[in-house]
């Protein structure tokens, strides 16, 4: 997709969401984990996305797939990489390298119940961005990263959790 088809869906959807507020909240679409085997998950969409989760052998685990927490790096880095992309478009900033890295760092005693001091969540993130575009000057490079790292569903998220809850059912 293009820039201008990018920036013209964005303007579109800001439109709507203007005109009926009502229509930006809404329920995002689920995604459910199922174990298949050892530590092994696969894991579904409601309209067919699919992913697989394993641990490595040093955990349990058959290292059949990517560990959950990759996946949380992954979608940290992707949804910061989507929030930048969509602003260069809206900007009209055609940029020619993106990529968005991001490293965590664990304790995993936290997580295999060793010390109730430590925690079982990554202790830490770090993202990192390499971008450049024709003829863009580095102020406007970075002002457009700040604007995607405060804009990443995923990192505001991250920065500032939801509510969270579960529901048991026992078959």
Do not use: Y
Not at 28 to 57: F, H, N, R
Not at 112 to 134: F, N, Q, R, W, Y
């Amino acid at each position: 997709m293009s820039n201008l088809s990018i920036r013209e869906a964005l303007e579109q959807m800001k439109r709507v969401f203007q005109e009926r507020p009502e229509e930006a909240r809404r329920k995002a679409a689920s995604a459910t984990a199922t174990l298949v085997g050892g530590l092994q998950c696969q894991i579904t969409g409601p309209t067919g996305e699919k992913a697989q989760s394993d641990v490595p052998p040093a955990l349990g685990g058959g290292g059949l797939g990517a560990n959950p927490g990759w996946f949380l790096r992954a979608s940290l880095a992707s949804c910061t990489a989507t929030a930048i992309a969509m602003r260069a478009a809206m900007l009209g900033i055609q940029l020619k390298t993106l990529e968005v890295t991001v490293e965590s760092e664990s304790d995993h005693r936290g997580f295999l119940d060793m010390d109730d001091s430590i925690p079982a969540a990554m202790l830490s993130l770090h993202t990192h961005v390499k971008i450049g575009a024709e003829g863009a000057a580095t102020v406007p490079l970075r002002e457009l990263v700040e604007w995607g790292e405060r804009h990443s569903v995923v990192g505001c998220t991250i920065r500032r959790p939801p509510t969270l809850s579960v529901d048991i059912e026992i078959v």
